[in-house]
């Protein structure tokens, strides 16, 4: 009997966390961070049922917030196995869970003067640097495509997902006395023929299949169509001489958008103008990106063979203290400004929606998937005033949203990836999505392949 356990991603799309628990083992696949409104707060802690001295291992699908951002709690709770990821994956969550403590420890910091002149008690943050570190030191890298042992009866294989760098698919094997059954977590798909990132690869076995649903009741804009948008808009911003708001994931959303900007100055589709890289979280990422150029396509490596990418950005600047972000509120426009949180839940970005968004010639550009009560969310439906750190800002900014950046896969990428499973007729698990993405997506897998999808909500536990 096989046991799943769901501490997050059920009915929503933020705080992937599925535990595994076979006769022999128990596994862990990703442990990610809530996010998206006050209320997802109560959720970011160790779930009192999850007993960390009994995990045999933790699998993490990629780096994102989302998928890893609470594997500190574990090591905090007495957590010392094994973290398998693989190599990218292992880099990037250090880059990101460190950039995650530093943040929280700014914030806790600002939130508890305000509690202090309240006379309330402190908070202490989810988690600390040494925390961080203790987790990092855990982490076991792991090549794709090669099964590993992860627990006593449990292997592993980690597949291209296409999402992120290093991100991964994982194909679990349990085996009991001589026979055996197969698990599959898509963790998030990337997109067809997206820029840099190699497709994802699936699988041909499973006899359970945890699938993310993010987009599943639809296809994003075809990426072309996608990139002259992009390039229309940002030509208008540049006559009107206004700043370019980039709420930017710093890992994976900011080097595919620098990557198309280079494309379009080499090929002289738009003038070169400023461009501020606003994170020093993104800047370290796309020093990681490119130590690993085995992992991109082909068209990318082309393009760095024929002359250097970064001869073509040579009007990026780099901000990466907080002085060199404020000095950005002096800089006139036209200019680009990348800066996180992507869902517009924290970092830099907020300052800058502060500063512009009231202003009429401010062009606001989203890029990727904003979840359920984020501010970015608000702004994407059209929201004409909004609150930030506690003040009312107008929103007189063009706010343009361009889904086919998005790095996760449409609804006939998702159904091309879960088809050569169908054919093994297995127990289909929806994961990572809304209502509103996981049921349009349910209907289509029963209407195609005769399997009616189960769809768990946070807590749930199913047998198999």
Same mark, same amino acid.
Request: charged share 25%.
């Given at each position: 009997?096989?046991?799943?356990?769901?501490?997050?991603?059920?009915?929503?799309?933020?705080?992937?966390?599925?535990?595994?628990?076979?006769?022999?083992?128990?596994?862990?696949?990703?442990?990610?961070?809530?996010?998206?409104?006050?209320?997802?707060?109560?959720?970011?802690?160790?779930?009192?049922?999850?007993?960390?001295? *009994?995990?045999?291992?933790?699998?993490?699908?990629?780096?994102?917030?989302?998928?890893?951002?609470?594997?500190?709690?574990?090591?905090?709770?007495?957590?010392?196995?094994?973290?398998?990821?693989?190599?990218?994956?292992?880099?990037?969550?250090?880059?990101?869970?460190?950039?995650?403590?530093?943040?929280?420890?700014?914030?806790?910091?600002?939130?508890?003067?305000?509690?202090?002149?309240?006379?309330?008690?402190?908070?202490?943050p989810l988690y600390g640097a040494a925390d961080?570190?203790?987790?990092?030191?855990?982490?076991?890298?792991?090549?794709?495509?090669?099964?590993?042992?992860?627990?006593?009866?449990?292997?592993?294989?980690?597949?291209?997902?296409?999402?992120?760098?290093?991100?991964?698919?994982?194909?679990?094997?349990?085996?009991?006395?001589?026979?055996?059954?197969?698990?599959? %977590?898509?963790?998030?798909?990337?997109?067809?023929?997206?820029?840099?990132?190699?497709?994802?690869?699936?699988?041909?076995?499973?006899?359970?299949v945890m699938l993310e649903s993010t987009y599943?009741?639809?296809?994003?804009? #075809?990426?072309?169509?996608?990139?002259?948008? %992009?390039?229309?808009?940002?030509?208008?911003?540049?006559?009107?001489?206004?700043?370019?708001?980039?709420?930017?994931?710093?890992?994976?959303?900011?080097?595919?958008?620098?990557?198309?900007?280079?494309?379009?100055?080499?090929?002289?589709?738009?003038?070169? %103008?400023?461009?501020?890289?606003?994170?020093?979280?993104?800047?370290?990422?796309?020093?990681?990106?490119?130590?690993?150029?085995?992992?991109?396509?082909?068209?990318?490596?082309?393009?760095? *063979?024929?002359?250097?990418?970064?001869?073509?950005?040579?009007?990026?600047?780099?901000?990466?203290?907080?002085?060199?972000?404020?000095?950005?509120?002096?800089?006139?426009? #036209?200019?680009?400004?990348?800066?996180?949180?992507?869902?517009?839940?924290?970092?830099?970005?907020?300052?800058?929606?502060?500063?512009?968004?009231?202003?009429?010639?401010?062009?606001?550009?989203?890029?990727?998937?904003?979840?359920?009560?984020?501010?970015?969310?608000?702004?994407?439906?059209?929201?004409?005033?909004?609150?930030?750190?506690?003040?009312?800002?107008?929103?007189?900014?063009?706010?343009?949203?361009?889904?086919? %950046?998005?790095?996760?896969?449409?609804?006939?990428?998702?159904?091309?990836?879960?088809?050569?499973?169908?054919?093994?007729?297995?127990?289909?698990?929806?994961?990572?999505?809304?209502?509103?993405?996981?049921?349009?997506?349910?209907?289509?897998?029963?209407?195609?392949?005769?399997?009616?999808?189960?769809?768990?909500?946070?807590?749930?536990?199913?047998?198999?």
């Amino acid at each position: 009997m096989i046991r799943i356990q769901f501490h997050g991603a059920a009915g929503e799309v933020t705080g992937s966390a599925y535990l595994v628990e076979t006769p022999r083992s128990r596994v862990l696949v990703d442990f990610g961070m809530f996010q998206g409104g006050e209320h997802k707060a109560e959720f970011n802690r160790l779930p009192e049922s999850l007993d960390v001295t *009994r995990l045999d291992a933790v699998l993490v699908t990629h780096a994102h917030l989302d998928h890893c951002g609470r594997l500190p709690l574990l090591t905090r709770a007495g957590y010392s196995g094994p973290i398998y990821c693989t190599e990218a994956t292992s880099e990037l969550t250090a880059l990101i869970l460190r950039d995650s403590a530093k943040v929280q420890a700014q914030d806790i910091e600002r939130l508890n003067r305000k509690r202090q002149r309240a006379d309330e008690p402190p908070l202490a943050p989810l988690y600390g640097a040494a925390d961080v570190e203790k987790t990092v030191s855990l982490f076991r890298q792991t090549p794709y495509d090669r099964p590993v042992q992860v627990a006593p009866d449990v292997h592993a294989r980690f597949v291209e997902a296409g999402h992120l760098l290093g991100s991964a698919s994982i194909q679990l094997r349990i085996d009991r006395n001589g026979e055996h059954r197969c698990l599959a %977590f898509s963790g998030d798909l990337g997109p067809r023929g997206a820029p840099i990132l190699k497709d994802a690869v699936g699988f041909h076995k499973a006899d359970a299949v945890m699938l993310e649903s993010t987009y599943g009741d639809r296809d994003h804009k #075809p990426l072309a169509d996608t990139v002259l948008e %992009f390039e229309r808009i940002v030509r208008e911003a540049v006559e009107r001489k206004g700043k370019i708001l980039v709420p930017t994931f710093a890992v994976g959303r900011a080097q595919l958008l620098l990557y198309l900007l280079a494309v379009m100055f080499r090929n002289k589709a738009i003038p070169k %103008f400023p461009i501020h890289v606003d994170s020093p979280m993104a800047l370290e990422a796309s020093r990681i990106y490119l130590k690993h150029l085995d992992l991109f396509d082909e068209d990318f490596q082309q393009m760095q *063979r024929q002359r250097p990418l970064l001869e073509d950005l040579d009007t990026v600047r780099a901000s990466p203290t907080a002085d060199d972000s404020k000095a950005l509120n002096n800089c006139p426009g #036209p200019c680009m400004i990348l800066a996180g949180a992507g869902m517009c839940t924290a970092g830099r970005i907020l300052h800058h929606f502060k500063q512009n968004l009231w202003k009429p010639e401010t062009t606001v550009i989203i890029v990727g998937f904003q979840g359920e009560g984020t501010l970015g969310r608000q702004l994407v439906e059209g929201a004409s005033q909004v609150n930030i750190m506690g003040e009312k800002i107008a929103v007189k900014a063009r706010v343009h949203t361009l889904g086919g %950046f998005s790095a996760h896969a449409g609804q006939s990428d998702l159904l091309r990836w879960f088809e050569p499973l169908a054919r093994c007729e297995p127990e289909v698990i929806l994961t990572h999505g809304e209502a509103k993405g996981r049921e349009p997506l349910a209907r289509l897998i029963e209407e195609r392949h005769g399997l009616k999808a189960r769809k768990p909500m946070h807590g749930d536990e199913l047998v198999l």
